[in-house]
């Protein structure tokens, strides 16, 4: 399956989910409002940090949404390269693997 695909397919699945528990989607959509609106860090910062988490973390789908984020908020390959390496470090072979679909996602959206 496409990294594309994956992301469509996960969005179908949290637009259901969102319509089971809508307090509880609201909330973390209201949180998630709050810390892309607020504080000093720019968006493609905050982006940085989330892809690296989430290698960090092994959560790809998390992965999946954040390079496409990244992208548009105007990161470069290389930029994301140097993420990978700061995940990686902090995380080991594990990351390793992760980061490796985090590239291979970047690749795949960027090649329309």
Do not use: N
């Not at 969102?18 to 609201?26: G, R, Y």
């Not at 496409?68 to 700061?86: C, I, P």
């Amino acid at each position: 399956m496409s990294y594309r695909a994956k992301i469509d397919e996960m969005r179908g699945e949290l637009r259901v989910m969102s319509k089971a528990i809508p307090d509880t989607a609201k909330g973390f959509g209201a949180l998630s409002k709050a810390v892309h609106d607020g504080g000093v860090l720019d968006a493609k910062t905050k982006e940085f940090i989330a892809v690296g988490m989430a290698i960090v973390q092994r959560c790809e789908p998390c992965i999946l949404f954040h390079v496409e984020a990244l992208m548009k908020a105007g990161a470069t390959r290389e930029e994301l390269g140097d993420v990978l390496s700061m995940a990686i470090q902090m995380s080991g072979g594990p990351g390793l693997m992760y980061a490796g679909h985090a590239l291979a996602c970047w690749d795949e959206l960027a090649a329309g």
